[in-house]
């Protein structure tokens, strides 16, 4: 098991070198979209992003049990915690602690399969303070479970302005 973390602020280079970085440890590699779609807004950023890995990408969607989808020995891109943990939050009416559990349960079974991972995430705590208890709370929820994932992550990277800066490095 070999466990990569991106992690940075929106529209920071996290997907394209997430992609980059599956493409160079496999030739077939996966990319597993966590998100539901919530608009048209949200449906035209998905479609970018779908347009961006051609072949020899493999893709699937799942929202919530990640492990139940990742193949033994793949490379698969996780994109993203964000999106994974809002079905979460939605789905627990905005439960922080019952939220935080579940995501780590199911993390906890990633980290069991025989794959190399390549988790991206958003550090949103580094942006504007949340204006509602609801959003202060989703904001430690992501704070908290970004560490939890970063702790097991053999190698984490903050993107800033699209150039990688290298966190922890267990290689």
């Not at 919530?38 to 051609?54: F, G, L, Y």
């Not at 202060?136 to 970004?146: A, D, P, V």
Request: glycine residues 4%; contains cysteine; hydrophobic residues 40%.
């Amino acid at each position: 098991m070999k466990l990569y973390y991106i992690t940075g602020g929106e529209r920071s280079g996290k997907s394209r070198y997430a992609q980059e970085l599956a493409l160079s440890l496999s030739p077939t590699p996966w990319y597993l979209a966590t998100s539901r779609i919530w608009d048209a807004d949200h449906q035209k950023r998905i479609d970018r992003h779908v347009a961006d890995r051609p072949a020899p990408w493999n893709s699937m969607e799942e929202e919530k049990e990640l492990a139940s989808v990742i193949k033994e020995n793949s490379v698969t891109v996780i994109d993203c915690v964000t999106l994974w943990l809002t079905n979460y939050y939605v789905d627990t009416k905005n439960d922080l602690k019952k939220s935080l559990a579940l995501a780590k349960s199911e993390f906890d079974k990633l980290i069991t399969i025989n794959a190399t991972l390549i988790i991206i995430s958003n550090e949103i705590g580094m942006g504007v303070h949340a204006t509602t208890q609801i959003g202060r709370k989703f904001t430690e929820l992501q704070g908290w479970m970004n560490q939890y994932i970063a702790q097991h992550a053999h190698k984490a990277i903050l993107m800033v302005s699209g150039l990688p800066m290298i966190l922890k490095d267990e290689e």
